[in-house]
């Protein structure tokens, strides 16, 4: 039976909203329906699993990096906080690469020799509850928004919306009936229901509101028992057919084999700047 501790459910928790569905920014090949009407609902599903895909042969066109800022705090049962780490990671993009530069718990900065095993600890994690294989991180692979992950949930039509001025086709999703469980990440992915913002020019996802449909058992509810879990996930457009995260947040309660466990997520990103020049004068 597999070790639980506490980051590994808080990483099984935010997997698919942080990693699965919007952490790696990819290149896109963009297509503009018509204003009048909408494509129909597996039509927009088929084309956003596509611009997932990523086609590395293609390179591409533009070089920056960012900075994102995480924290996680961790409640006791009277609401108040008893853990907070705040980590700092430099992002290149368009690859996703992410390097931890600097990290805080409970406000007490780690050494250079705590930060490379925290760094390694969560490497050891996203590979475990993501499936993602030794150097996949460096190519761009992890982080689609697949057909399989698609098939798991019935999609419906909601509307038309406008996000940073660019017009969105709403989808609300919600898992199907007794989906396979492959994968230990598929317990959770198999209760969440939600809603997603796909950008109607290039088929990214620029938002997405995801929660627990039915409490969860993890391990077989012996170990643990997530009872609630909400996710929001926002993308900016950096280019023409460039995405990365902008900011997510999440908070989630479980009961654990340690008792109640009660986790709050936040992330933003800021200081985007362009490494290469010619990536600066890019049409945005």
């Known amino acids: 039976m597999p070790r639980v501790n506490k980051m590994n459910l808080h990483y099984l928790c935010i997997a698919w909203a942080g990693s699965l569905l919007v952490a790696t920014p990819h ?13 129909s609902v597996p039509t927009i599903l088929q084309r956003t699993v596509a611009q997932g895909k990523n086609d590395a042969g293609q390179g591409y066109l ?4 960012y900075t994102q800022s995480t924290v996680f705090e961790e409640f006791d049962g009277r609401g108040q906080i008893k853990k907070r780490s705040e980590k700092l990671y430099a992002v290149d993009f368009p690859s996703g ?19 490379k095993q925290e760094e390694d600890r969560e490497t050891r994690n ?11 991180e460096k190519n761009g692979d992890e982080g689609m ?11 419906t039509w909601v509307g038309r919306d406008t996000i940073d001025g660019r017009p969105m086709f709403v989808l609300d ?30 088929y990214e996802i620029a ?13 077989g509810g012996i170990l643990a028992s997530l009872q609630k879990f909400t996710f929001t996930v926002n993308r900016s457009r950096a280019a023409p057919a460039m995405w990365y995260v902008a900011a997510f947040a999440g908070d ?22 362009w490494l290469r020049p010619e990536s600066a004068d890019c049409d945005r």
Request: no cysteine; net charge positive.
């Open 173 to 202: 999703f919600e898992p199907k009936l007794d989906p396979p469980i492959r994968h230990p990440l598929d317990r959770l992915l198999n209760h969440l229901k939600g809603r997603v913002w796909i950008d109607a020019r290039e």
């Open 145 to 155: 928004f697949t057909a399989d992950l698609a098939e798991k949930y019935h999609f």
């Open 207 to 219: 938002r997405a509101e995801i929660h627990l449909q039915t409490e969860v058992n993890l391990w």
């Open 126 to 136: 996203r590979r475990r509850f993501v499936q993602v294989e030794p150097g996949q």
């Open 97 to 115: 690469i992410r390097r931890l530069t600097e990290a805080k718990i409970n406000g007490s900065p780690l050494s250079p020799s705590e930060l």
């Open 27 to 39: 290149r896109a090949a963009g297509s503009n329906p018509s204003d009048s009407d909408h494509p």
């Open 252 to 273: 989630f309660d479980a009961r654990t084999l340690f008792g109640p466990l009660h986790v709050r997520v936040r992330s933003s990103s800021s200081n985007f700047h």
């Open 62 to 65: 533009y070089e920056g990096a």
